[in-house]
């Protein structure tokens, strides 16, 4: 059954499960639920789920914190595929459904998020119902998204211009790695190591933040060029007729 149905995704929205079992492993949970589901949306940034998320201040951050404190850790584990928990089978199931409804037969990122919504309970119900996310209205603006191309160009761009300010800050962190990892071992506090970075860099605190989590190890000159490539592609997206400011 989630053969067939896996046959129907969108890139995006396989890239959701990929980025869901990442998670899993990270966090050394030997199965897939709803609440890794919802942090694969989160991370996936192409799609629309993603910036309504955000919208609604739910960040990877915030919300693997909240899955930390109420789902129990072990140690990391890399080998082999895990398994579904039946409440996140049900969850694929009712994204068919969705899709359906809405007149598709493909499962984009917004009809996961449409069922990882209808999850009344259980973790990842819990971790929007702490990070006080209004399920009903975020729902109705995925629904605006589906239906609306403009509505949804509108969150592609910005999901786009999230990215390329991630992509900015590693390249930043990438030509100056040493005084990064000063900066952060000079902080007393981990609030202190953001201030630190942001001012280094001359970025937005929350950018230092994902700079600090980023192992600078994997700054090497071939991500360099892959994330410079990227950002090209990113502002081409954003405005193709300024592809001077993409070199």
């Not at 109705?140 to 239906?147: G, N, S, W």
């Not at 929350?206 to 990113?234: D, G, K, N, S, Y």
């Amino acid at each position: 059954m989630l053969g067939v149905m896996f046959e129907r995704f969108t890139d995006g929205a396989r890239q959701v499960i990929v980025l869901a079992q990442d998670e899993a492993r990270t966090l050394g949970h030997n199965y897939i639920g709803v609440e890794h589901l919802l942090l694969g949306l989160l991370r996936e940034e192409s799609g629309a789920a993603s910036p309504i998320l955000r919208s609604f201040d739910v960040t990877p951050e915030l919300a693997r914190n909240e899955i930390l404190r109420i789902v129990p850790t072990a140690a990391p584990i890399t080998q082999g595929q895990k398994p579904f928990t039946p409440s996140a089978k049900r969850v694929l199931e009712r994204a068919l459904r969705e899709g359906l409804s809405l007149g598709t037969n493909h499962i984009n990122t917004e009809h996961l998020l449409l069922a990882v919504l209808s999850e009344t309970d259980g973790p990842s119900a819990a971790v929007l119902g702490a990070l006080g996310a209004d399920t009903e209205a975020m729902r109705e603006m995925v629904l605006a998204a589906a239906r609306d191309p403009s509505t949804k160009a509108r969150l592609g761009r910005s999901a786009a211009e999230r990215a390329l300010k991630h992509i900015d800050a590693r390249l930043a962190a990438a030509q100056a790695p040493e005084q990064v990892l000063r900066a952060t071992l000079a902080a007393k506090t981990d609030d202190a190591a953001g201030d630190a970075v942001a001012e280094l860099l001359n970025i937005e605190r929350w950018l230092a933040e994902f700079v600090i989590r980023q192992p600078l190890i994997t700054f090497t000159a071939e991500h360099v060029t892959v994330m410079q490539e990227h950002r090209r592609h990113l502002i081409e997206r954003l405005d193709p007729n300024n592809r001077q400011a993409a070199d």
